[in-house]
T-cell receptor, first 113, second 116 residues
Framework: RKEVEQDPGPFNVPEGATVAFNCTYS??????FFWYRQDCRKEPKLLMS???SGNEDGRFTAQLNRASQYISLLIRDSKLSDSATYLC??????????????FGQGTTLQVKP | DAGVIQSPRHEVTEMGQEVTLRCKPI?????LFWYRQTMMRGLELLIY????????DSGMPEDRFSAKMPNASFSTLKIQPSEPRDSAVYFC??????????????FGPGTRLLVL
C-alpha cells in the first residue's frame, strides 16, 4: 500500500464548478500535511498547508481528519488557471530535525471553458 | 531573490555514459533533497542532506547513483553508467528546516534526462 494515495483523475470540470480532491495516508504518526500544485512541465509548488481545524485561502479550503487519516482540498468557482496536478503531501517526522515529505501521485484537474 | 537553481535543464545522453546533475539550493536552507519524477512512479525522494550531510539515501535506486554535497551551496547527483530506465525529470529542492512550520520545500525547475 502506498503511503499517500490519491485518485489520479483526471477531473474535467467546467469553469465556475466546485471540485473536491481526497487523499489518504497510511502512517498515523504523520504530523504535517500539505497540498502542492504542479503545472504541466513545471516544478511542484506549495499551495497550502493543512491544519487540523481546517483552513481556507480564498477559493481553496483544506481539511484534515486525523482519525480517518484523510485530507481533502476543495476548490470553489474554479478558473481555467486552476488546471494543474494537485499533490497531497505528508511529513512524518523522525527523530528531532529529521523528516521527509511523502508525495502522492497527484490528481489532475482540467477546467474547461 | 534566486530560487533553487539546477543545471543542465535538459540532458540527452547515450546508455553507458556518465551524467552529472547540479543543484544550488536557496541560501540559508539547511536541507537539500533530490527527487526523480516519472509518469509511472510519480515523485520519488532519492536522497536528502542536512547541513551537507546525507541523512537518508534509501531512495537511491542502486549503486549507479551517487550524490554529494561538498558545501552548503552546491550538490551533485551522478549516474554512472546511465541506462534508458533512468530517463526522468530530476528535481532538487531545499527547505529551511524539517521541523513543523519550516519544512516547506522549494523546488528547482528540474533536469529532464533522456538516456537513449
Amino acid at each position: 500500500r502506498k503511503e499517500v494515495e490519491q485518485d489520479p483523475g483526471p477531473f474535467n470540470v467546467p469553469e465556475g464548478a466546485t471540485v473536491a480532491f481526497n487523499c489518504t495516508y497510511s502512517n498515523s504518526a504523520s504530523q504535517s500535511f500539505f497540498w502542492y500544485r504542479q503545472d504541466c512541465r513545471k516544478e511542484p509548488k506549495l499551495l497550502m498547508s493543512v491544519y487540523s481545524s481546517g483552513n481556507e485561502d480564498g477559493r481553496f479550503t483544506a481539511q484534515l481528519n486525523r482519525a480517518s487519516q484523510y485530507i481533502s482540498l476543495l476548490i470553489r468557482d474554479s478558473k481555467l488557471s486552476d488546471s494543474a496536478t494537485y499533490l497531497c503531501v505528508v511529513n512524518t517526522h523522525g527523530s528531532s530535525n529529521t523528516g521527509k515529505l511523502i508525495f502522492g501521485q497527484g490528481t489532475t484537474l482540467q477546467v474547461k471553458p | 531573490d534566486a530560487g533553487v537553481i539546477q543545471s543542465p535543464r535538459h540532458e540527452v545522453t547515450e546508455m553507458g555514459q556518465e551524467v552529472t546533475l547540479r543543484c544550488k539550493p536557496i541560501s540559508g536552507h539547511d536541507y537539500l533533497f533530490w527527487y526523480r519524477q516519472t509518469m509511472m512512479r510519480g515523485l520519488e525522494l532519492l536522497i536528502y542532506f542536512n547541513n551537507n550531510v546525507p541523512i537518508d539515501d534509501s531512495g537511491m535506486p542502486e549503486d549507479r547513483f551517487s550524490a554529494k554535497m561538498p558545501n552548503a551551496s552546491f550538490s551533485t547527483l551522478k549516474i554512472q553508467p546511465s541506462e534508458p530506465r533512468d530517463s526522468a525529470v530530476y528535481f532538487c529542492a531545499s527547505s529551511l528546516d524539517a521541523l513543523t512550520g519550516r519544512e516547506t520545500q522549494y523546488f528547482g525547475p528540474g533536469t529532464r534526462l533522456l538516456v537513449l
